[in-house]
């Protein structure tokens, strides 16, 4: 928000009058993981496209016709993720993925299961050095400031909840 009063005041008011949750994936309450396009006017304006100009009986053929196979294409998508057990858009599976493969340089030096939370150790990849980040599973937290981004647990958190589970929890890369 401070970048953006320092590139425009008037916008800054502007966001400033409007629910953060409305806008922002920070604060969504986890609602819009991986989803980046909240705008139904996004997807007329894609099934649209290059019909604008044409007379009106062309463009209802054309928009039926592509509406048609544009929630084709998403039925399928949907029954491949159902049929998967996959619970999440694609892109916050993916980074869902990523961010499990991350998990395994990190160690947790201590964890409290009354408060459940955790220090995590993020080993440096050049052996140099190391960061220790906070993580706070009942509030959903991490000192990183990944885990409000996307909805999606990061690499702390997915280390933390393993320890949870699992005492003397500790991943490995399997060959």
């Known amino acids: 928000m401070e970048e ?15 629910d953060k949750t409305q806008w922002t994936l920070a604060h969504d309450g986890g609602w819009r993981a991986g989803i980046l396009t909240t705008n139904i006017s996004e997807a007329v304006n894609r099934v649209l496209k290059g019909a604008r100009r044409l007379p ?15 929630f084709l294409q998403h039925t399928i998508r949907a029954n491949r993720m159902i049929n998967a057990n996959q619970q999440w858009a694609d892109y916050a ?14 160690i947790v030096q201590k964890f409290d299961y009354n408060q459940q939370s955790a220090s995590v150790i993020t080993l440096s990849t050049t052996g140099q050095g190391f960061r220790t980040y906070v993580v706070k599973l009942r509030q959903q937290m991490c000192s990183c400031g990944k885990r409000g981004t996307h909805g999606i647990s990061c690499s702390h958190a997915i280390q933390a909840s393993c320890r949870r589970t699992i005492p003397n929890c500790r991943r490995t890369r399997s060959a």
């Open 4 to 18: 953006i009063k320092g590139l425009n005041e008037e916008a800054y008011d502007w966001l400033g009058n409007i």
């Open 56 to 70: 009106i009986v062309p463009i209802v053929e054309i928009t039926l016709n592509r509406s048609a196979q544009y």
């Open 93 to 106: 599976f993916r980074l869902f993925e990523a961010r499990q493969a991350e998990e395994i340089q990190h």
